[in-house]
């Protein structure tokens, strides 16, 4: 399936749904790879920091390792200018099977397949395999963010 954005605008936005109600912002609570925990640390190039799931089917994950700027694809440039240690994916949410089949919107030959639970609201668990073949076990918890011009948006009508 081809992806559709948005025509007439500088920055493109998919205009494909994400998963509904899981828009915000995720702080990594746990993170394990190769089934091996990995505490947070500010100099680990490997574990999340954390991730933003948009509105729309994108994913964007927070890494502390070197960003390496690829200009070929001159259309997709929302991703990197200005969003250096943060790595977008597309995504498709399998929510019969718990699949989230996510695609680097840069390096499009990367490809991450992760199964997902969701224990109780705003706490999801993802078990999976990343670009290197390394198991993933990681759990998100949404942190709770009041934005004022959304706030200002639900109070003028």
Request: hydrophobic fraction near 35%; charged fraction near 25%.
């Amino acid at each position: 399936m081809v992806n559709f954005y948005a025509s007439g605008k500088s920055f493109k936005l998919p205009l494909d749904d994400g998963l509904a109600s899981t828009a915000g912002l995720y702080k990594v609570a746990e993170f394990r790879l190769n089934n091996q925990l990995l505490a947070p640390s500010p100099t680990d190039s490997v574990r999340w920091e954390n991730v933003i799931f948009e509105k729309f089917n994108t994913i964007s994950i927070k890494v502390n390792k070197n960003f390496r700027l690829d200009t070929r694809n001159a259309v997709r440039t929302t991703e990197y200018y200005g969003n250096i240690g943060r790595y977008y994916y597309g995504y498709k949410a399998d929510t019969i099977n718990k699949v989230f089949h996510l695609h680097n919107r840069i390096d499009t030959a990367a490809h991450i397949r992760l199964h997902y639970e969701q224990p109780a609201p705003g706490r999801y668990i993802l078990r999976g395999v990343n670009e290197d073949h390394d198991s993933l076990y990681v759990v998100l918890t949404k942190v709770e963010k009041k934005y004022p011009l959304e706030e200002k948006r639900k109070t003028d009508g």
